[in-house]
């Protein structure tokens, strides 16, 4: 069991350090940099960059240095906490970022609540009524949720709450709210504006979590155990909720740190559609303008909450499969 | 002989599939008594799991009891016909554990592997004879221990993967005598098992049996398995029983002409124990396809003609020993 933690513990750190140096490369990978960049875009203004000035800038920000030094440079320094300078907004890194990154795991989190409120029940259902008309019905419901791309199912949304309840939506905060520090009025208007980024970012996720529930409880449903339940003089609620699905849910366990990037980038669209303060339309920013510090920050940042997330599911992996913790994983 | 604990009757259990009806039990008969083992045998498929099954009352979708008459005496001195209970019903839920139990061929995958056994088992005790926690606790603990699991007091906290395969039939057994069931169905219970620990399992039932007067339906491919442990035989066919009757008998004068390929597949029974049928010439047929009349006259080697082609034959027999085959009479 420790042999356990330990080894996820040492993956963990091995895989920060090489999301390190990827967040680093992939930056680093277009030609150009974002002093190219910055020179283009005076040029299309009409003025021009001298090349000293150029030479200048790309001293500053550690340009000319070969790729491990400037790798090294920005480790040590995010070590004390300081990401470094946005070029484009030019301010500090966290500062841009802001709750920005919060949000967004706030946004995921919901998703994945709402993902697994709505996904095991109904996987449940589909499979102990196999066959059923509520069965083909939830069936019909996630294709269509697979097939239609949430952005779109975002825009619906957003169309008929705005003819139902006369609010514009979108955003997470109400114009009010959006600038003003935090307070429990701002709170609450968060909390009332998340259920519908949420949804929409969770339905894609959920319609599949339902096929997988659905074909892991049939399987189950199957094995010999489940007689021996029936055999014991159970009611078949009791059978089925005690004994399959808790055998159903434990691949669940180590899915909920996989769930989360794909919940993040997953949110980029929606963010952009729904006009949300998460990370990533200011990571596809970024990216357009080879904001190369404030890219690599993002990025390195949602890398390291998944490692970490992953970290804590495998310790719930652990704790919930008597297997992995009485030591015979 | 005494009056039969349970009695079977005409059972019919059917499974309505795309493909067709599959009769996997068809008018199937056989009694079982207080203190003494049933074999039923016959090839995989006849229909051996699916009575045992439906017995019990849990038969699984698409499959569905569908006639007959299942007599069961209870504790209490009635007798009920299960196959009028709805199989979800609270009363056919009291009979299963307290009445009649089972216990079957792989114990790796008929525990959960998410509960401890001490769970698995308590959890029968309490639903059906209300102890407490921990005087369930007490009670597993000496079923542990009157099953010969060592250590019982500590085994108790274990998970089905920490045992062996021995104990963990071993461990079956208590749980299906958890509360004190009067006819135990053990369907293949030590196929999975080395010759060995297949020894001492039977062992051990044989010695509950003699301890609690138990009813043992004991379904088995092996006919060694049967002649070490059954006082009577159901030889089964494609879902009926073509031959029953006390084991002496039906080893010394098989009268079907199945249960004498049967018993030719094995000529030394007490040299060769547990050796498996080797096939009988040609194939089961589907159940969903039952040739018409004897259901064996395509594979029988003694078919008198057309009669067996077309007729069904009924059983016949006097006292405890009866055969469907019209070399024993009965032909139109
Ligand atoms: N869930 C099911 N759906 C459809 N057919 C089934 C189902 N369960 C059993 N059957 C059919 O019922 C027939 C009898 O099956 P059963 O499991 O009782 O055989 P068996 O005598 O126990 O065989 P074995 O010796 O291999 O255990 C088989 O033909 C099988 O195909
Ligand atoms: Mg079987």
Redesign the pocket.
């Known amino acids: 069991m420790i042999t356990f933690v330990v080894r996820r513990l040492l993956l963990a750190i091995v895989t920060t350090w090489l999301i390190s140096v990827l967040s680093f490369a992939i930056i680093q990978l277009p030609p150009g940099d974002f002093v190219d960049t910055y020179i283009a875009q005076m040029a299309a203004s009409g003025s021009s960059v001298s090349a000293q000035a150029a030479e200048a800038m790309r001293k500053m920000y550690g340009l000319d240095r070969p790729f491990y030094v400037q790798y090294g440079k920005w480790v040590g320094r995010i070590v004390h906490g300081d990401f470094g300078e946005s070029m484009e907004w030019r301010r500090p890194v966290l500062e841009v970022i802001g709750d920005r990154l919060w949000l967004t795991v706030l946004l995921a989190f919901a998703a994945l609540i709402i993902t697994w409120g709505l996904a095991l029940p109904i996987g449940i259902y589909s499979a102990v009524r196999q066959y059923s008309i509520g069965d083909y019905l939830f069936t019909l419901v996630g294709f269509v949720g697979i097939a239609v791309p949430n952005f779109l199912l975002a825009l619906v949304l957003m169309y008929f709450s705005f003819r139902w309840f006369g609010a514009s939506v979108g955003g997470l905060f109400s114009a009010k709210y959006s600038l003003l520090p935090w307070s429990w009025g701002k709170v609450w208007d968060l909390m009332k504006h998340l259920p519908l980024p949420a949804v929409v970012l969770a339905l894609g996720g959920t319609a599949q979590l339902v096929r997988i529930m659905r074909a892991n409880l049939l399987d189950e449903l199957r094995r010999p155990y489940v007689v021996t339940a029936r055999a014991k003089g159970l009611t078949e609620t009791r059978v089925v909720l005690k004994y399959p699905v808790r055998a159903a849910l434990n691949p669940f366990a180590s899915n909920i740190a996989y769930l989360f990037p794909f919940l993040v980038s997953g949110s980029v669209i929606i963010s952009i559609v729904l006009g949300l303060p998460t990370v990533g339309p200011l990571l596809v920013e970024a990216l357009i303008s080879q904001d190369m510090f404030l890219a690599g920050s993002i990025v390195l940042l949602l890398g390291v909450l998944t490692v970490i997330g992953t970290f804590i599911s495998d310790l719930v992996l652990m704790w919930v499969d008597p297997r992995l913790r009485q030591g015979m994983g | 002989m005494a009056e039969p604990l349970l009695s079977v009757r005409g059972l019919r259990t059917h ?1 309505e ?1 795309p493909e067709g009806t ?1 009769r ?1 039990v068809d008018d199937l008969d056989f009694d079982v008594f207080e203190g003494r083992t049933l074999g039923v045998v ?1 090839e ?8 045992a099954r439906s017995v019990l009352g849990i038969v ?1 979708k ?2 569905r009891v569908v006639g007959g008459r299942i007599l069961l005496r209870t504790h209490a001195g009635d007798t009920l016909d299960l196959a009028a209970l709805p199989q979800d019903s609270a009363a056919y839920r009291a009979i299963r554990g307290p009445e009649i139990a089972l216990v079957f061929q792989e114990p790796m995958a008929s525990f959960s592997q998410y509960y401890t056994i001490g769970n698995q088992i308590t959890e029968a005790i309490r639903l059906h004879l209300r102890l407490s926690r921990s005087a369930a606790r007490a009670r597993a603990i000496e079923l542990l221990d009157m099953v010969g699991v060592p250590q019982p007091s500590r085994r108790i906290d274990e998970y089905p993967f920490q045992l062996s395969g021995g104990l963990r039939q071993r461990v079956m057994i208590a749980m299906a005598l958890a509360c004190d069931p009067r006819i135990l169905i053990a369907d ?1 219970p030590t196929t999975a098992l080395d010759v060995t620990t297949q020894a001492q399992i039977l062992d051990l039932l044989r010695e509950l049996q003699a301890k609690r007067g138990l009813a043992i339906i004991l ?1 088995t ?1 092996d006919m060694g398995v049967i002649a070490e442990m059954a006082h009577d035989v159901a030889v089964m066919y494609l879902g009926r029983a073509v031959e029953t009757g006390p084991v002496a008998d039906i080893f010394a004068a098989p009268a079907h002409p199945y249960t004498r390929a049967l018993l030719r597949s094995i000529p030394t029974v007490l040299a060769k124990p547990r050796t498996h049928l080797p096939t009988i010439a040609g194939s089961i047929p589907m ?1 969903s396809a039952r040739p018409a009349g004897c259901a064996f006259s395509p594979r029988c080697s003694e078919v008198l003609g057309d009669v067996c082609r077309q007729t069904e034959p009924p059983a016949i027999g006097e006292g405890a020993r009866s055969v469907r085959c019209f070399l024993h009479g009965g032909a139109p």
């Not at chain 2, 995989?44 to 009575?51: L, P």
């Open positions: 499974f599939t599959i996997a016959g995989s498929g006849c229909g051996k799991s699916v009575a699984e698409p499959g293949e379904i491919h159940p």
